[in-house]
């Protein structure tokens, strides 16, 4: 059974954070604990996830990247490691520095955090910022070089990623916002993916992130907004006024304690809305047909008439709507003359194994059934990338036993001055957000259990 190649919209690392020991902590804790993660081959580790996207489907990712230590050329760089990696495995990649110039580490000034902290680890904190910032200029001046000197090749696209609301200013946001609409290229920002972020919101703007971004120009078809899952009502109606589009990351939410994003409620408005795998799946790893069947069954709420989401509508979010999220969104998405040859054979005897009765819809048994197992073959723009469990272009084992060389390494003493601050500055960034929410109780757009 041949399928349209799956779009992954947003995703991040190869290697996850729980391989590199940072647990499943709240999001804003999350943050702190991954400052003591190790540093691996950017070209290796992206190489490393790209082998499980294809495997399950994947033909076009959304690579949101960030993080990078150094000034512009060292960011530079390493963007080109990443880039790389998906053009010689031979996959379709969307790529975004994600632009960040304030707020870096908690939900406030750098410069007052650190000066909350122990005198001790004061110095360590302000080195850490250092290394992380790069001037806003640069962002763009990464941009356009990566624009340029990426034009001529058909498989990769350099796109715009405003990381959050907390960690754009303004400023940033609004000239964004300007060459978005100069060049005509979409934008990607994760936005309101917890509790706290909402809080933030309401302090900066004293309203709503999502009015806020339709006041500086930013909402429209071009914008995806990543997670969504504290959005209100009115937020939604802007959203579905304006065509913003909106990349659901399920499993991510989950393991993150972000909260369940209204789905359902987006459907009924008619909203764009893309599948990312964010940094990892419920198994640890990026299996994008299990991510269908975590979509497709978080969003089954209680009653008997409450509409939920069908196995058409989750693989279209997977395909024709993940691409409207990217540069690519005329050019994939869709088997249908003048698009590219993107796509993923599917064994239908492992689907249909031992038995499946007649009046089980096609795609029903897609979605639900179908296992990365199961793919026989993936092409990209005509060519087969894989086939029968091999890579035509890349040595998987090889490639995997030289990023465990890479990890085995002794740490290094920069590795271990991040470790230690991690674990001291802790503490004090979850100390940050006592009180930071109010006991107010909002109402729910799912009711899945009562306490009465």
């Known amino acids: 059974m041949l399928l349209p190649g799956l779009v992954n919209a947003h995703h991040h690392v190869g290697l996850t954070p729980l391989q590199l020991g940072s647990p499943d902590h709240p999001l804003e804790l999350w943050f702190a604990s991954r400052l003591g993660a190790r540093r691996p081959d950017l070209y290796l580790d992206t190489l490393y996830s ?51 110039d304030q707020n870096r580490l908690v939900y406030g000034d750098d410069d007052a955090f650190t000066a909350s902290l122990p005198a001790d680890l004061q110095p360590m904190m302000r080195q850490h910022f250092e290394r992380i910032s790069l001037p806003l200029e640069d962002h763009f001046t990464l941009y356009e070089e990566l624009r340029a000197h990426h034009a001529a090749a058909s498989r990769t696209a350099v796109q715009l990623a405003p990381a959050n609301l907390h960690w754009c200013s303004d400023q940033a946001l609004e000239r964004l916002a300007e060459i978005s609409a100069r060049d005509q290229v979409p934008l990607h920002m994760h936005l309101l993916e917890t509790a706290y972020q ?9 309203g709503s992130a999502v009015s806020h971004l339709q006041q500086l120009g930013l909402l429209g078809p071009r914008m995806t907004l990543g997670h969504g899952v504290w959005l209100t009502e009115a937020d939604l109606e802007l959203i579905a006024a304006t065509g913003t589009c909106i990349c659901h990351n399920c499993s991510s939410n989950l393991r993150l304690r972000s909260g369940v994003a209204p789905l359902n409620a987006f459907e009924r408005r008619g909203i764009t809305v893309a599948i990312g795998m964010d940094e990892a799946g419920i198994n640890d790893d990026r299996d994008m047909l299990q991510e269908l069947r975590m979509v497709l069954r978080q969003h089954r709420v209680p009653g008997m008439d409450d509409a939920v989401p069908t196995c058409p509508q989750v693989l279209r979010m997977a395909t024709e709507h993940g ?45 639900q059934r179908a296992k990365s197992g199961g793919v026989r073959l993936v092409i990209v723009e005509g060519e087969t990338i894989y086939a029968d469990g091999r890579f035509t272009r890349v040595d998987r084992a090889a490639v995997r036993r030289e990023l465990a060389r890479d990890m085995a390494r002794p ?25 930071y929410l109010d006991n107010e109780v909002r109402e729910p757009f799912y009711r899945p259990s009562s306490t009465t």
């Open 198 to 206: 909402k809080e933030y919101a309401r302090r900066r703007t004293r």
């Open 50 to 100: 790209a082998f499980e996207m294809i495997e399950s489907g994947v033909t076009t990712v959304q690579h949101l990247h960030g993080w990078t230590p150094g000034r512009l050329e060292e960011v530079s760089e390493a963007a080109n490691s990443v880039i790389r990696a998906y053009a010689d495995i031979g996959m379709r990649v969307s790529y975004s520095y994600a632009v960040r």
């Open 411 to 435: 740490w290094t003493a920069e590795e271990k001055e991040k470790r230690r601050l991690g674990k001291a500055i802790f503490p004090h960034v979850k100390a940050f957000y006592d009180g």
């Open 323 to 367: 691409a409207a999220t990217t540069p690519f969104h005329t050019w994939v998405g869709r088997l249908e003359p003048g698009r590219a040859l993107d796509l993923f054979a599917l064994d239908w005897g492992q689907v249909t194994d031992a038995f499946l009765d007649e009046e089980v819809p096609v795609v029903d048994a897609v979605v």
